[in-house]
């Protein structure tokens, strides 16, 4: 119908009629009367008896809507986005009963009377304001109409599954010691919503509040907030690639992270001893278990639990020569991570120099705020004072010359922030959203003007809208070691992919309590290989490395971390194109079938980037369980090579050794060959992996390479990108890979490849490059064809003929 409308109407009197359609269902406030509409220099100002509306454009898909109450002013200033409006084509056209703003993206219908804001895209409404901005005795609103059966989900990190729909969402950063299947407050409030009608609401605000997606089934989404700025943005696209896009460059990507971070921790809560952790990764290395970082929790400046948080130095007689022990470590290809608090107890080693320096918290009389919680009595370092941020700072920089190589940042939400407690930008209410977001941004920043030849790794339990462009990796807290504890990690790390924070990843195998169940410990750890941080951890009584578990759960274990590390360089390039393209590393099925209203349920099936599909065991002594194949691709299983048509749904039969694993016909996977750390990888060591699929049609993809650990390789082109494509005509499949070097002049790694062929049923009677017979080898029981290529400066043809 829309269509046939278009033929025959304007694009504005089409939108009008739209408009006219639906609006006697929701109106919006009456009492808000239209004045005057004007065109200014980045948007469009509406005056109303109660306030302004101000819209702009950032780009054609992302529209900012603000409104001003009378008598306050324009808070301009946005923690969240850092891009800057773009020039976008839009016209402003009053009629007797509306304005239209038309633009060649988004378009804006604002109805007079009663006053009515509405977007649309491509022809649709995509949605529309109900009573719009709303004040009542304690909370600020504003609030949408929507449709019935739209599946609406974001928030942040919660476990309440996929369509989060009739929840009231509180926003205030909170941990949950010891959760299971369901959590409705976590480290991470976002105030960001997605919808499966396509589009995504972002509300920039950073007070506490509430985010009611439909709570009282009346149809409405409402966000509100204590106070601050009554500004969203509206973000659309074509796909959700697009959408997670747009929203990704309004609020920034994140940086490409050192490749040592693709690779396996070694984590408890927590090492107590130089001694300790140094035992620990030689029982790494004497088990062949590749492991590359070391995370030292709270013992590192304290022998107890409590009372000396704050100390931020090394306790020198439990961790002697710190230097020492970091540089072997290093040498050994493991970093050393250590925990870091904002904390600083009255008790600790600093507690006189934070109040000198006045980087504490205040009272309402001025005074470091102190209170009690679990750790002892304290101050809390106010992170958004200038002078807190320098102090702070140095203690990182003196202790990463030393030879730190990634710092943990724990309770930051801040665990306990008692409403009363000012800081220097606001209350704690106001800021407590967002503290963890600028404790990132210390270190961020840090790194940039001191370590100019090294990446950060910054490992936050807390933190808002847009962390990510500080190169924040989120942890889902503090979990019960359990299957129940386990359940409900693929929704979490998916639901944050899909606003903004792509690494969100648990801590493998649980963290709370004290069970011991190896098919647990096994599966959690076998669907790590496929989440964006690999990085088992828990409390000291169960052992979270697998080289202290009993001999079959090591080799299972071993098996999933030797997976992680063959996958290195597709992991690697899934990490280039989040920090480029801000697409996530863990997709939601919907990504393949946008109109598939039943996959925006799915969280126990998904995509780890744009070629494996994975099914995690969740569930205990099961032996099988079903997996939905996404249309417009064949799907592979990864280890016997079955196929499964698109489409379909099959009952898989589970092994112990690995969980379901299917890959996309026609697609390249690059791997690697045995490493133990990441330190020794090399363009050398990779093996393309080529799933032939006569159905695939053509198909292409990337493979990027760099050093693994200079900043801004990418913008500077000191990297090399392999472009793979295949084709088929008729019997013969042809393979295409071209070099291409960031900067003129850089040396090229690649010289040469291993190329695996998989799914060949027969062998192939020649493979020709460049017209010329090579030699090959075909393994009949695997289906498959290896042979070495030589890379040209350009480009290598190779061509199979059947």
Not at 296 to 306: A, R, S
Not at 474 to 503: C, F, H, T
């Amino acid at each position: 119908m829309i269509n046939f409308l278009l033929k025959d109407l304007s694009k504005m009197a089409f939108l009008n009629a739209l408009l006219l359609m639906s609006f006697s269902l929701f109106a919006q406030n009456p009492e808000r009367i239209f004045r005057e509409v004007a065109k200014t220099e980045s948007g469009v100002e509406f005056s109303t008896s109660d306030g302004k509306y101000i819209f702009r454009y950032f780009t054609p898909e992302v529209v900012e809507t603000a409104f001003i109450p009378s008598g306050e002013e324009y808070m301009e200033k946005s923690h969240a986005v850092v891009l800057e409006p773009q020039a976008v084509n839009f016209t402003v056209s009053e009629e007797k009963e509306s304005v239209i703003i038309d633009s060649e993206g988004l378009d804006i219908v604002v109805s007079k009377m009663p006053f009515q804001v509405t977007y649309f895209f491509e022809g649709e409404k995509v949605i529309s304001e109900k009573a719009g901005y709303s004040k009542g005795e304690e909370l600020e609103k504003i609030d949408f109409n929507l449709t019935e059966a739209e599946v609406l989900m974001g928030g942040g990190a919660r476990a309440l599954g996929m369509n989060r729909r009739g929840n009231r969402l509180e926003l205030y950063n909170r941990a949950h010691y010891g959760y299971e299947t369901k959590s409705e407050l976590l480290n991470f409030t976002l105030p960001v919503v997605l919808s499966s009608e396509k589009y995504l609401l972002h509300f920039d605000n950073a007070p506490i509040g509430f985010l009611d997606l439909d709570s009282s089934f009346s149809n409405t989404l409402s966000y509100e907030t204590i106070g601050g700025r009554k500004t969203y943005q509206l973000v659309v696209g074509k796909t959700w690639e697009n959408i997670v896009g747009n929203y990704t460059l309004l609020t920034g990507r994140q940086p490409l992270p050192p490749r040592w971070a693709l690779g396996n921790f070694s984590s408890r809560f927590g090492y107590h001893s130089r001694k300790e952790v140094e035992e620990t990764i030689e029982k790494f290395r004497e088990e062949e278990i590749p492991v590359d970082a070391v995370i030292i929790d709270l013992f590192w400046f304290g022998h107890e639990i409590t009372g000396t948080m704050g100390n931020l130095e090394f306790a020198t007689d439990s961790f002697p020569n710190p230097e020492e022990m970091m540089h072997n470590l290093a040498q050994d290809g493991v970093k050393t991570v250590l925990v870091t608090e904002p904390f600083i107890l009255t008790t600790s080693n600093r507690w006189e120099e934070a109040v000198q320096n006045d980087v504490l918290a205040k009272d309402s009389l001025g005074k470091p705020f102190t209170y009690d919680f679990y750790f002892g009595n304290t101050g809390l370092i106010d992170i958004f004072e200038p002078g807190a941020q320098k102090w702070f700072w140095n203690i990182y920089k003196e202790l990463t010359q030393m030879g730190v190589g990634g710092w943990w940042g724990d309770l930051g939400e801040p665990e306990v922030h008692p409403e009363d407690l000012i800081h220097a930008t606001g209350t704690a209410n106001e800021m407590h959203n967002i503290y963890g977001h600028y404790w990132a941004k210390l270190i961020h920043e840090g790194y940039e003007n001191a370590f100019l030849d090294q990446r950060p790794f910054i490992l936050m339990r807390a933190g808002a809208a847009g962390s990510q462009r500080f190169g924040l990796m989120p942890w889902s807290g503090d979990v019960n070691r359990s299957w129940g504890g386990l359940k409900p990690q693929p929704e979490i790390s998916l639901q944050m992919g899909l606003q903004g924070l792509a690494y969100m990843h648990s801590d493998l195998g649980g963290f709370a309590g004290d069970n011991l169940n190896n098919e647990l410990y096994v599966r959690w750890l076998q669907y790590g290989v496929f989440q964006p941080v690999y990085r088992p951890h828990a409390q000291e009584e169960v052992p979270s490395e697998p080289v202290f578990r009993e001999q079959r759960t090591k080799e299972l274990a071993k098996k999933a971390i030797e997976l992680r590390y063959k996958l290195l360089p597709y992991n690697y390039t899934l990490a280039f194109r989040n920090s480029t393209e801000g697409l996530p590393l863990m997709r939601p099925l919907f990504f393949e079938e946008p109109d598939n209203f039943r996959l925006y349920s799915v969280a126990g099936t998904y995509l780890w980037g744009k070629n494996f599909l994975i099914s995690p065991v969740l569930q205990e002594n099961i032996k099988e369980q079903e997996v939905y194949f996404p249309k417009g691709s064949n799907w592979f299983d990864f280890y016997s090579g079955k196929k499964y048509s698109g489409g379909s749904t099959a009952t898989i039969q589970l092994q112990e050794e690995y969980i379901p694993t299917f890959v996309r016909g026609g697609a390249f996977v690059p791997m690697t060959k045995p490493l133990q750390t990441t330190q020794n990888f090399s363009a050398e060591d990779v093996e393309l992996h080529y799933f032939y699929d006569r159905e695939a049609g053509e198909t292409e993809d990337i493979l990027y390479h760099d050093d693994g650990k200079t900043p801004e390789t990418f913008a500077t082109g000191e990297y090399e990108l392999l472009y793979l494509k295949s084709r088929k005509e008729g019997n013969k499949l042809q393979l295409s890979i071209s070099k291409k070097a960031g900067k003129e002049g850089r040396s090229l790694e690649f010289k040469e490849i291993d190329l695996i062929i998989h799914n060949l049923q027969r062998k192939p009677k020649e493979i020709l490059v460049r017209g010329k017979k090579i030699p090959f080898k075909y393994h009949a029981t695997e289906q498959r064809a290896v042979l070495p290529v030589a890379l040209k400066e350009n480009n290598t043809t190779l061509t199979f003929i059947n």
